[in-house]
Each structure stands twice: as C-alpha cells, then as structure tokens.
C-alpha cells in the first residue's frame, strides 16, 4: 500500500478502496462493452455495462480477499469484480477471432491505458496542497493497482483473459492444441493461480510489474 506522510490514515484508505474499484470494475465493463461493439448485448442487456459500482462488486474478490490483504499487511492489494457476461459464439461470428483476442485484452487495455493517464496526470497536480496531496495519493494507488492487474490478467493461465487471447490467436492460425490444454487446465486455473500467488513464485511472475513502475514513475 502506498503512503503519503502527513496524511490521514483514512483518507489512505478511501483512495487505496476506490483506486481499486476503478480498476477492477473498469477492467470488467471493457470486456462488455467490446462485446457490445461486437454485436453481442447480453452485458448491456444484463445491466453490467454501468458505472454502478453495486452491479459488479464480488463480495469474495471486490470485499473479502482485499480486506484479508489489508489486514495482513500484503505490500499491495489485489481483487475482482464479478466477470462480465460475454457471448463468445456472437462475438466470434461478427468479427472472428480478432473480435475474440480484442475481448479479451479490453481489460487489460483499460488498466495499462489508466495507469499510464494517470501517471501523466501526476505531473500537473500540486501535492503542497491538501486536496493536490489525496489526489496524488489516489492517482499513485491508481497506477499500481492498474499495472498489477495489466500484469496479472496477461498471465496465459486460464481462466485469466491472457489464456483466452492466445487461445483465440492460436485458433486463428488453426493451431489447436493449445486451446486443447488451456479448455482441460480451466478447472484447476483457480488452484493454480492459489499456488503461484501463495508462495515465493509470484515475485517471479509479477517482476513486470516492478519494471513497469519503474518506467512509469
């Protein structure tokens, strides 16, 4: 968690929650909203194309397991929204596989893309102000939540939106037997995913993300 002397602690808190849901709710809206533009309404038709907050939170990934992170004082926090409903035979019979891939990495666009105004807005803020100060903190907790998830969704395990989109660039290419591997591993994603970020593995797969920041800040 980033921190800002001379800051109250719960104004810390309020911009690391609200940093977080802009990334994780706006992550999920893109995947909807590409769909959409695909021709596929079953996210606008199911209300998860709006802003709302309420409509996407997962009380597991958007609640739980970031409080559990936050009280046991992990360096970042990390969660979810609940997915956004996609018609993947709609979006693949409108554009094909290109439509498919561009699904998929919408997400994770919206993060790289947020995390990148961010930091430009970063230089036009005046931190010796009070207000200039939260709005900092919140636009630095925006870029490392943003960057955590680019990096995180990027992963080729599945059900993670990296696995779908070189699932779908593979297929493209008729090349199958990785979508093969990846649709038999989906089940056991969750536990793979558990394993990697419990033990001393995630250092090595969120190593992009320290490069990452580095370059943005």
């Given at each position: 968690?980033?921190?800002?002397?001379?800051?109250?602690p719960?104004?810390q808190i309020i911009?690391?929650?609200?940093?977080?849901l802009?990334?994780?709710?706006?992550?999920e809206?893109?995947?909807?909203?590409?769909?959409?533009?695909?021709?596929?309404f079953?996210?606008?038709?199911?209300?998860?194309l709006?802003?709302?907050?309420?409509v996407?939170?997962?009380?597991?990934?958007?609640?739980l397991?970031?409080?559990?992170?936050?009280?046991?004082?992990?360096?970042?926090?990390?969660?979810?929204?609940k997915?956004?409903?996609?018609?993947?035979?709609?979006?693949?019979?409108?554009?094909?596989?290109?439509?498919?891939?561009?699904?998929?990495?919408?997400?994770?666009?919206?993060?790289?893309?947020?995390?990148?105004?961010?930091?430009?807005?970063?230089?036009?803020?005046?931190?010796?102000?009070?207000?200039?100060?939260?709005?900092?903190?919140?636009?630095?907790?925006?870029?490392?939540?943003?960057?955590?998830?680019?990096?995180?969704?990027?992963?080729?395990?599945?059900p993670l939106?990296?696995?779908?989109?070189l699932?779908?660039?593979?297929?493209?290419?008729?090349?199958?037997?990785?979508?093969?591997?990846?649709?038999?591993?989906e089940p056991?994603?969750?536990?793979?995913?558990?394993?990697?970020?419990?033990?001393?593995?995630?250092?090595?797969?969120?190593?992009?993300?320290?490069?990452?920041?580095?370059?943005?800040l």
């Open positions: 968690m980033i921190e800002i002397e001379g800051i109250d719960l104004y911009t690391l929650i609200l940093a977080l802009v990334a994780i709710i706006g992550h809206i893109m995947h909807g909203y590409v769909a959409y533009r695909y021709g596929d079953t996210a606008k038709n199911a209300g998860r709006s802003i709302n907050p309420l996407h939170i997962d009380p597991i990934g958007s609640i397991v970031p409080g559990l992170l936050y009280i046991s004082g992990a360096p970042f926090l990390f969660g979810w929204a997915p956004v409903p996609v018609d993947s035979y709609v979006v693949l019979k409108n554009g094909g596989y290109n439509a498919g891939i561009a699904v998929s990495l919408a997400g994770i666009a919206y993060n790289f893309a947020l995390a990148i105004l961010s930091v430009l807005l970063l230089e036009i803020i005046n931190t010796e102000e009070f207000f200039g100060a939260i709005v900092a903190l919140f636009l630095l907790q925006l870029t490392l939540y943003n960057v955590v998830l680019g990096v995180f969704n990027l992963w080729p395990i599945p939106d990296g696995s779908r989109a699932a779908y660039a593979c297929l493209k290419y008729r090349f199958v037997s990785l979508p093969r591997l990846f649709g038999q591993l056991y994603g969750m536990i793979i995913l558990v394993a990697i970020l419990a033990t001393p593995l995630s250092q090595w797969f969120f190593y992009p993300v320290r490069l990452i920041l580095g370059f943005l």
